[in-house]
C-alpha cells in the first residue's frame, strides 16, 4: 500500500508569507528527501535527511523516523517558488527502493 | 557535470512499436534509478540498479518493460509493444553511493504512443 501520504495536495500563498508542507509515512523510513519540480517538468533535490532538521535559505526541512513524518517549511514565498514539491523516502527493511508522495502544487501569488 | 543526461527527450511511437529510452548518470555514481510520471499516477518507481546489477525491478510491468545497465555510463529502458497508457514522462536518477542516496534527476523522456 501507499507508503508516503503527502498533504496538503494543493496550496496558494501570496508572496511574502509562509506555510509547511507534510509528509506521514506508514512504515519506518531510513531517510528522506524533498524535491521541487519546475515549470519545465524538472525535480531540484532540495533536502536529503536521514534525521533532525536542515535549513537552506528560505527552506527548512525536518525530519521525525520515530513518529514518521516529515515537513518542509517555507518562509517569506516568492513567486520563483511555485511548483509541485514531492516528499520520497526509503523504507528502513532495506531494499533501497525510494518511494515518491503525490506532491503538493504550491502556487505564489502577487 | 553535465548532470544526468536522458535521450531522446521527446519520443512519438505507434501502438505495438518499440521504444527505447538512454540514460546516462552522473560519472561515479554508483546507483540507477527509473521512474514512470503521470498525472494519474504521479512518480512510480520503476525499477533500480546499484553497481550495474539490478535490485528491485518490483515496479516494472512485466511482460514488456525491461530495463539493462550494461555499463557503468549508461541504463536502457526498453518498451516492447508500445500501448497508449504506456504514453508518460521517463525519469531517470542517479544517486552517489549507499547512505548518500541524494538523487539527481534527468530531464526526462515524454514518450507518446498514439
Known amino acids: 500500500g501507499d507508503q508516503v501520504e503527502q498533504s496538503p495536495s494543493a496550496l496558494s500563498l501570496h508572496e511574502g508569507t509562509g506555510s509547511a508542507l507534510r509528509c506521514n509515512f506508514t512504515?519506518?523510513?531510513?531517510?528522506v528527501q524533498w524535491f521541487q519540480q519546475n515549470s519545465r517538468g524538472s525535480l531540484i533535490n532540495l533536502f536529503y535527511?536521514?534525521?533532525g532538521t536542515k535549513e537552506n535559505g528560505r527552506l527548512k526541512s525536518t525530519f521525525n523516523s520515530k513518529e514518521s513524518y516529515s515537513t518542509l517549511h517555507i518562509r517569506d514565498a516568492q513567486l520563483e517558488d511555485s511548483g509541485t514539491y514531492f516528499c520520497a523516502a526509503e523504507a528502513n527493511y532495506g531494499n533501497e527502493k525510494i518511494t515518491f508522495g503525490a506532491g503538493t502544487k504550491l502556487t505564489i501569488k502577487p | 557535470n553535465a548532470g544526468v543526461i536522458q535521450t531522446p527527450r521527446h519520443k512519438v511511437t505507434g501502438k505495438g512499436q518499440e521504444a527505447t529510452l538512454w540514460c546516462e548518470p552522473i560519472s561515479g555514481h554508483s546507483a540507477v534509478f527509473w521512474y514512470r510520471q503521470t498525472i494519474v499516477q504521479g512518480l512510480e518507481f520503476l525499477t533500480y540498479?546499484?553497481?550495474?546489477?539490478?535490485?528491485?525491478d518490483s515496479g516494472m510491468p512485466k511482460e514488456r518493460f525491461s530495463a539493462q545497465m550494461p555499463n557503468q555510463s549508461h541504463s536502457t529502458l526498453k518498451i516492447q509493444s508500445t500501448q497508449p497508457q504506456d504514453s508518460a514522462v521517463y525519469l531517470c536518477?542517479?544517486?552517489?553511493?549507499?547512505?548518500?542516496?541524494?538523487?539527481?534527476f534527468g530531464s526526462g523522456t515524454r514518450l507518446t504512443v498514439l
Open positions: 536518477a542517479s544517486s552517489l553511493e549507499r547512505g548518500s542516496e541524494t538523487l539527481y
Open positions: 512504515t519506518t523510513m531510513r531517510a
Open positions: 535527511l536521514a534525521s
Open positions: 540498479f546499484r553497481n550495474q546489477a539490478p535490485i528491485d
